[in-house]
């Protein structure tokens, strides 16, 4: 996925969650939106490097929106709604190779209660589907990538979902994308959310398949590269 053109700054602070006071390098003061509703622990720090896009959008009442920050030497796409985007892009080119051999691709599908799947995965002459739900990872602990980086409510709900999936015979798979440069293991942050944890354990013991993946970001893309194991 191509960026947009990026204005690159300093944070002076994220506050509401969704609101972030950056100071551009030209010297000019703005507050961008934050499309991250998670902690974002390990990926911002006041006076840390960031890139912003403008959008000039009459129905957006914030013209700039974050995209990525900088930790150290590595690159953070904090924008979380990239993730399934670039999955699609992923599954479309090959480079997802355990999501190759179906004949649609549907983003955002209504399915169990009140949720949407992110990606639906179908053949014309089989009933059943592969439920694919994405989920961001920016978060680092000490010397691993994990997930979650606060408690997750919706995600477990999420995890079950995917369970009911399973037991209908349908394919469900939980995949993980890596939006940092890090090159660490991944795991789940017990620590963080026990309940997602316990949940987890539960579902792919019931069908649920993990997949994880780690991407490429500059300042020109982000693209899904390479598998990643989960520990």
């Given at each position: 996925m191509k960026f947009e053109k990026l204005y690159e700054g300093k944070l002076?602070?994220?506050?509401?969650?969704?609101?972030?006071?950056?100071?551009?390098?030209?010297?000019e003061e703005i507050t961008a939106h934050v499309p991250n509703s998670g902690a974002m622990t390990s990926c911002i720090e006041e006076n840390c490097p960031v890139w912003v896009t403008f959008h000039d959008n009459p129905k957006r009442k914030l013209k700039y929106t974050l995209e990525l920050t900088k930790m150290g030497e590595n690159l953070i796409c904090t924008n979380t709604g990239v993730a399934n985007k670039i999955a699609i892009e992923a599954i479309k080119n090959g480079t997802i190779k355990e999501l190759q051999g179906y004949d649609s691709l549907k983003p955002e599908q209504k399915y169990g209660q009140n949720s949407r799947i992110d990606i639906l995965l179908e053949n014309e002459n089989s009933d059943k589907k592969c439920y694919v739900e994405v989920k961001s990872v920016s978060l680092k602990l000490n010397d691993t990538l994990a997930f979650p980086d606060a408690v997750t409510t919706r995600g477990t709900k999420h995890l079950n979902e995917l369970r009911d999936m399973a037991k209908q015979g349908h394919r469900a798979v939980m995949l993980y994308v890596i939006q940092r440069t890090d090159n660490e293991n991944f795991r789940l942050a017990k620590e963080i959310d026990l309940k997602y944890y316990e949940t987890f354990q539960e579902v792919i013991k019931d069908g649920v398949e993990v997949i994880v993946y780690q991407s490429n970001i500059n300042f020109n893309e982000i693209y899904i590269s390479k598998r990643k194991e989960i520990i």
């Open positions: 002076i602070k994220r506050y509401k969650r969704f609101l972030a006071d950056i100071k551009l390098n030209n010297g």
